[in-house]
């Protein structure tokens, strides 16, 4: 109560004052009669001072966690949540052995895994090797060394292999808020479209030089079509959620604007490094995401694994890209430049462009003829094929682990109600 009356003081007294002083000045009282009232000597503390209320304002701190496995847009989404419940947020990223004693092998290492993490515009802090459960001694470090105030979790059930509820305590604690699951995409059902395309993956080079490629290709596109008809996604891509994952800037007058492109389908840790090298060469990132249709061509039916607005909103969650265009052509043309006011292009040294149809022209001979293209060394060597490679060469782990999986979605699907938010 004695806030609320401070408050409302320290808001309408000086407005008060000075609307005294005016009044006088308009009916001409002279104001030198008014020079010996003076505000209360209490004043100040009855003002408000921002700066001070600022500084004195205690940061919500919010912590989450995950396996991060195969990142995708709903891992960024949920952390794009998790950072709206508070003002700094600190994310867990589990370590192998815990995924291991949880779920099966994880596809990507933990250094690869905290890149991706890292690499998310809400993120603040990181912990690598966090528990997969919320252990009372983890839970008081987060809350002492940590200063963390909220754990945050979907509204997807984390269940222990026994069954038990992962964030147990913490709902105890009464330190626990949930967030909605981001519909239509996980670990798990990427994995399944790996392993539904895994026969053409693994054809995907040594038929080139096959005699009768052509009959042999065209069976196994056929065969890879039916297969993928079960993993088919089911993301309903919305304005708002492109807004969400948006800057809502554009380059300022005299930015320095940079132009990568590329398919960035099962989005890894190199493309994060990439970026983030290509960032370095100007004050904005404009990056041009290539449609299905384009990387069908250039990399075979089995590509991509990812559709277009999966793609584009797992590099918009990037903190190093300022803009992104959404079905990008695969040539760099004058028109592009001078329309985007580009800078500079640039390009890595590892990529995969190999197709059945054979290499096009060279999509960046524009701006080299105007001296803008810079290529630039990749800082990791990993690729979508050699990701999915990993799945591949343990298929029958896999394999197992979703079916395990897929159950449980199929449950959790049957099961689930609306949730507001997000």
């Given at each position: ?131 997969y459960a919320i252990t009372e001694d983890f ?149 041009g995401v290539y449609t299905d249709e384009t ?58 462009r190999n197709s059945c149809t054979g290499e ?63």
């Amino acid at each position: 109560m004695d806030f609320e009356i401070n408050s409302w003081i320290g808001e309408r007294l000086p407005r008060l004052f000075g609307g005294v002083m005016l009044t006088a000045a308009l009916l001409g009282v002279s104001t030198s009669y008014l020079t010996g009232i003076s505000l209360p000597t209490t004043l100040p503390h009855l003002l408000p001072n921002l700066s001070k209320k600022n500084r004195g304002k205690k940061r919500i701190r919010v912590y989450m966690d995950g396996c991060f496995d195969l990142m995708h847009y709903g891992h960024a989404n949920a952390i794009r949540q998790a950072k709206a419940l508070g003002d700094e947020l600190v994310v867990g990223v589990v370590s192998d052995e815990e995924i291991v004693a949880n779920k099966g092998p994880p596809v990507l290492c933990m250094e690869e895994r905290v890149a991706l993490v890292s690499g998310l515009k809400w993120v603040d802090e990181v912990i690598a090797n966090a528990p997969y459960a919320i252990t009372e001694d983890f839970m008081n470090r987060l809350f002492t060394e940590h200063k963390i105030d909220y754990i945050i979790h979907g509204d997807d059930p984390c269940l222990l292999p026994d069954g038990t509820d992962a964030y147990a305590l913490a709902k105890q604690a009464g330190r626990y808020k949930q967030i909605k699951r981001t519909e239509g995409v996980s670990s798990t059902d990427i994995v399944g479209r790996i392993l539904s395309s895994a026969k053409s993956i693994s054809q995907d080079c040594s038929n080139l030089s096959l005699p009768g490629k052509d009959d042999n290709m065209n069976h196994v596109h056929a065969e890879e079509k039916i297969s993928k008809i079960d993993h088919i996604s089911s993301f309903l891509p919305t304005s708002r959620r492109i807004v969400q994952f948006s800057n809502g800037k554009g380059p300022g007058p005299n930015a320095r604007v940079v132009y990568i492109d590329g398919a960035f389908d099962l989005f890894h840790a190199g493309h994060v490094e990439i970026l983030k090298r290509a960032r370095q060469f100007g004050d904005f990132l404009l990056v041009g995401v290539y449609t299905d249709e384009t990387i069908s061509e250039l990399r075979g039916h089995q590509y991509p694994l990812m559709n277009l607005h999966e793609r584009s909103l797992s590099v918009l969650a990037c903190r190093y890209v300022d803009e992104v265009i959404i079905g990008a052509p695969w040539e760099v043309t004058q028109d592009m430049v001078t329309t985007f006011n580009i800078s500079v292009v640039v390009h890595g040294t590892v990529s995969e462009r190999n197709s059945c149809t054979g290499e096009k022209h060279d999509p960046y001979a524009v701006p080299k003829s105007m001296g803008i293209f810079r290529a630039i060394e990749s800082p990791k060597d990993i690729t979508t094929t050699s990701v999915a490679q990993r799945i591949i060469a343990n298929h029958e782990i896999y394999v197992k682990r979703n079916n395990r999986k897929e159950a449980s979605e199929k449950k959790y699907y049957a099961e689930k109600q609306y949730v507001s938010g997000d």
